[in-house]
């Protein structure tokens, strides 16, 4: 099992970055797949999330409005769109397999937005 993160950058405040979050190992349609982020310093915090179904999704409030989460099923990827970026969107981005509880990790992309 694995999942591997990309599409970080840096981006200018207001500008947007896709993330995808490739799942290799299992079928990423019978998991939910969050995304969470940890800026230094801070504690990671969760981002947004995809129930398995698709039928539901959670943003935190930091992010509503401005992120979307979304699933391509014949490419086993989770992708968070990410617009309307702020310098405190700045971050590690993570993906994990599952809702409220984890179980494998992916690497970190690091996203920076400049003000």
């Known amino acids: 099992v694995q999942l591997q993160a990309f599409g970080g950058g840096l981006v200018q405040s207001g500008g947007s970055l896709r993330l995808s979050c490739a799942a290799s190992g299992f079928s990423g349609v019978d998991w939910a797949i969050g995304w969470f982020r940890q800026a230094p310093g801070k504690e990671r915090e969760g981002v947004s999330c995809i129930s398995r179904d698709d039928d539901n999704r959670y943003y935190a409030d930091s992010v509503k409005g401005r992120f979307t989460i979304s699933r391509d099923s014949a490419k086993n990827t989770v992708h968070l769109q990410m617009n309307s970026l702020k310098p405190e969107d700045t971050a590690v981005y993570y993906c994990?397999?599952?809702?409220?509880?984890?179980?494998?990790w992916g690497q970190g992309t690091q996203v920076t937005v400049s003000s």
């Open positions: 994990a397999r599952g809702w409220r509880n984890y179980d494998y």
